[in-house]
């Protein structure tokens, strides 16, 4: 008989005071996400939005009271059709799909995307879920039991690592974490974008019950400011300091419950003085507040190839000019920001984390707490999707600095108005395109300023407008070039990394521009492109000749027939890089432990998220070493490991770490020639992989700005009444090494491209939002994803692991731009602002 707040949500309930965590909290309360789905006698329910006085009485199913053999069967078709990627979502999922397969045992497309209406995936772009509940509807009629899959080459669809256990919420997110002892902090966030700190008393949140400490910036032992590349961040604004944005902390409290430390937040009071901010990023250069002591430009990146554009364009035959916008967007990850920290060694930490760079975080954490680094240990446990929006700091610096003083154990979560409150967005741009082809259709030349909100703090802001510069041409050869990119400050919530990476927004520029260039030259859509596309020996935007592994041309004629052949369609091809580049040095490190000949340790710094990046690394050691049983192969991420893995960005998992564990297991390899695996026991290899060769823009006798590209064209298709009805993507990956992962990465990137063409948006004013909902941010659900055709195409890189590309970003770079171009054919209307639903 439950006996407690009548109030208190169901999900608390069975989360917090059962310990039952495969419901997740994905929105905080908010109904919109579906994660925390359960069943109500026979009924679906959101947890989340069920307080415990609507249960009494009622039969509540999780998963863990399914029948055994029908639980098996759903997560196994979810897990062999590829359907499972972070997995935050997916028991949700389940609870859903058993309902519907009792109440409709053969369900249809139609009926599979009604009943999934509520649950969010922001990972798998759907159509796998799909294909996976089909499947499950196909064994449960049959009373079929299978096995998964034991394929485990290089070329073979290996199911996903621990995706069986996520599936079932067996897997522990850090939010799902429990440990003796352990305490709960909470942040004060500032009320106000701009405005001088006079005063913070925290004393009413000192007193209340269940309150154990009240911390400020007084309490950082170390460096206060931080930040990713530049130092220019502060863990808490300081009395007589001025709040850059709403996202920054003022103090935080550790309670012994997160509820006390949440409400003892909302008893500090602070004392401002308000003042006007800056919000307009064109006005920022010249304005008269100043963000930063240095000004509000962040970073130029300017570089000129070929003649004087201004005469170029002025000769050419044909000329488009036009000015482009793009919204700022939430990331949208379902696992919303956790860590949990503990007192490590002597006056060390060990902290668990999801972020994208650990090795980042110990080094900043260090920072903070002025310990040495080594004394800082980071666990990655895997995350609830990412995207870029975890490379930065954001409660680990905090869970940390409480932790280290109160020499206990601390988790600190955001929930989802304080995610979306705090954690960096893509950028958005407003980018001025003028661009020149002669009378026989070839392109002359192209002019573009590119301007970036970077909001508050630096973020990767300046690396992202170097990137949008670097890919400003597209996947196009252009001879004559001209590029000026800024990223500039304002007091907006700060702007970083998502997939993309600055190079969807300009893009979305070219492409529009080509599409009208095209229509004023009077030439044909698909062979325009075509005539122009990059190719081996042609030179990028930034002037790198490329030298093998280039099959645009390949994805344009892969698109071509049913391109042409659709009544309204729209086109656009996309390049994106593999790697950091622009001088910067790639590298990635392995160590391998042969533990017995039944347990082998594989180590590196790089994050899985749900891109499958551990399933890639048992399949390339197998591949190499001949082993088959990659159940043996555990993958571990921490950071006593002490090898170099980097940031989970830029596409570069696979191509950086595939290559180290190529390295490593040459000498295993060896030794198995001469030992069993049984021999090689106690034995540790180590593995590495670098580039550093690259360079930016015009420095050195070569420009080589990246290591590799990939490559796409993806076609969208409308029907009738101008609805999207069918995509084609057809992407240059190199080499498949799991075919069901890369489709599931391309429809997860094509379906969040859809989002930000059609929909998506996080609208602001006066540096305020205009609400944290998550239901309101415009993301795709089931019903709205059509068709997806996905054609892979292999041109093998010169130095990737079998020729593969990165596949990570490429998915949305090209879909803005043909979700316009398909828009102008529907109704000759052209649009220059995202979302264009607008």
């Excluded at 989802?416 to 960096?424: A, L």
Aim: aromatic share 8%; proline share 5%; charged share 25%.
């Amino acid at each position: 008989m439950y006996e407690g707040d009548p109030n208190q949500s169901l999900l608390n309930y069975l989360r917090n005071d059962l310990g039952i965590t495969s419901p997740k909290d994905g929105c905080s309360g908010q109904g919109a996400c579906g994660a925390c789905m359960l069943e109500k006698d026979g009924k679906p329910v959101l947890s989340c939005k069920t307080p415990m006085s609507k249960v009494e009485g009622c039969a509540i199913v999780t998963l863990e009271g399914f029948d055994p053999e029908l639980r098996d069967l759903l997560a196994k078709s979810f897990v062999e059709k590829g359907a499972v990627q972070c997995g935050f979502c997916t028991p949700g999922f389940l609870s859903r799909t058993r309902i519907l397969l009792h109440e409709h045992p053969d369900p249809s497309v139609s009926d599979i995307k009604k009943a999934l209406g509520l649950n969010l995936c922001r990972c798998t772009g759907y159509t796998k879920i799909i294909d996976a509940v089909r499947l499950a509807a196909e064994r449960k009629s049959a009373g079929t039991r299978y096995s998964l899959p034991p394929d485990y080459k290089v070329g073979d669809s290996l199911p996903k690592v621990d995706a069986y256990e996520r599936a079932l919420g067996q897997s522990k997110f850090v939010a799902d974490f429990k440990i003796p002892g352990m305490v709960y902090g909470a942040l004060k966030f500032s009320d106000h974008p701009r405005a001088e700190i006079i005063d913070i008393d925290l004393e009413p949140a000192k007193k209340i019950p269940g309150v154990i400490r009240v911390f400020d910036w007084n309490d950082i032992p170390g460096e206060r400011i931080t930040g990713h590349l530049i130092d220019d961040w502060p863990l808490m604004i300081q009395k007589g300091e001025t709040t850059r944005y709403i996202g920054d902390v003022l103090a935080g409290v550790v309670a012994e419950t997160e509820q006390i430390a949440r409400e003892a937040c909302d008893q500090i009071k602070v004392d401002y003085n308000i003042l006007e901010p800056l919000t307009d990023p064109t006005k920022a250069e010249k304005s008269s507040i100043r963000i930063h002591e240095k000004g509000n430009l962040l970073k130029t990146t300017a570089f000129q190839r070929g003649a004087t554009i201004d005469s170029v364009l002025q000769s050419s035959a044909h000329l488009v000019s036009a000015t482009y916008k793009t919204q700022p967007i939430e990331h949208a990850f379902l696992e919303t920001e956790a860590a949990l920290a503990q007192p490590w060694k002597e006056e060390g930490i060990r902290i668990y984390v999801q972020s994208q760079g650990i090795y980042d975080d110990q080094e900043l954490i260090s920072r903070i707490l002025n310990i040495p680094k080594n004394a800082v240990d980071v666990t990655l446990i895997p995350s609830g999707g990412a995207f870029g929006g975890k490379e930065d700091l954001t409660v680990q610096g905090h869970a940390a600095l409480f932790a280290y003083h109160l020499k206990r154990p601390v988790m600190v979560r955001l929930d989802r108005n304080e995610s979306i409150r705090m954690h960096p967005k893509r950028h958005p741009f407003v980018m001025h395109y003028s661009l020149g082809c002669d009378d026989k259709g070839k392109l002359t030349g192209l002019k573009a300023e590119i301007l970036g909100d970077t909001g508050a703090y630096a973020s990767l802001g300046a690396a992202v407008l170097n990137r949008a510069a670097g890919h400003a041409g597209g996947g196009y050869y252009i001879p004559n070039v001209d590029i000026v990119s800024k990223a500039l400050y304002t007091n907006n919530i700060p702007c970083g990394a998502m997939r993309g990476f600055g190079v969807n927004q300009v893009t979305f520029a070219m492409e529009a521009t080509m599409d009208e260039l095209c229509e004023k030259a009077g030439m044909d859509r698909w062979q325009f492109r075509y005539d122009n596309a990059l190719e081996h020996g042609l030179q990028t935007t930034t002037g790198q000749k490329l030298k093998g592994g280039v099959g645009l041309k390949e994805t344009l004629l892969a698109v071509k027939h049913d391109f042409q052949s659709a009544k309204f369609a729209g086109i656009a091809v996309g390049i994106k890089n593999v790697g950091f580049g622009n001088g910067q040095v790639d590298e990635s490190e392995v160590k391998i432990i042969i533990r017995s000949e039944s347990e082998i340790e594989l180590h590196h710094g790089w994050t899985e998220m749900g891109q499958g990046i551990d399933t890639i690394a048992v399949q390339i050691f197998c591949e190499e070493t001949g082993i088959d049983t990659p159940e043996i192969v555990s993958i571990k991420h921490t950071t006593t490991a002490e090898i170099t893995g980097g940031t989970t960005t830029a596409s570069r998992g696979t191509y950086l770490l595939g290559n180290s564990i190529i390295e490593a297991c040459k000498q295993i390899k060896q030794d198995l020639l001469q030992d069993s695996l049984a021999g090689l026991s106690g034995k540790t290899y180590f593995g590495k992989w670098t580039c550093d060769w690259t360079n930016q823009p015009g420095e050195g006798e070569e420009t080589i700005t990246h290591v590799a590209y990939s490559y796409a064209t993806q076609v969208f298709i409308l029907d009738d009444q101008g609805k999207l009805e069918k995509v084609i993507a057809a992407h240059d990956v190199g080499k498949a090494i799991n075919p069901i992962l890369l489709e599931g990465q391309i429809e997860g990137g094509v379906v969040m491209g859809i989002g930000y063409a059609y929909s998506e948006n996080l609208p602001y004013e006066n540096g305020y939002l205009k609400h944290t909902r998550f239901g309101k941010l415009g993301l795709p659900r089931i019903k709205q994803v059509p068709e997806i055709d996905i054609r892979i195409i292999e041109v093998e890189d010169p130095y990737g692991p079998y020729g593969a590309k990165g596949i990570g970003e490429i998915g949305l770079v090209p879909a803005a731009g043909a979700a316009a171009n398909a828009l102008y054919q529907y109704d000759k209307k052209r649009r220059h602002t995202l979302p264009l639903s607008d």
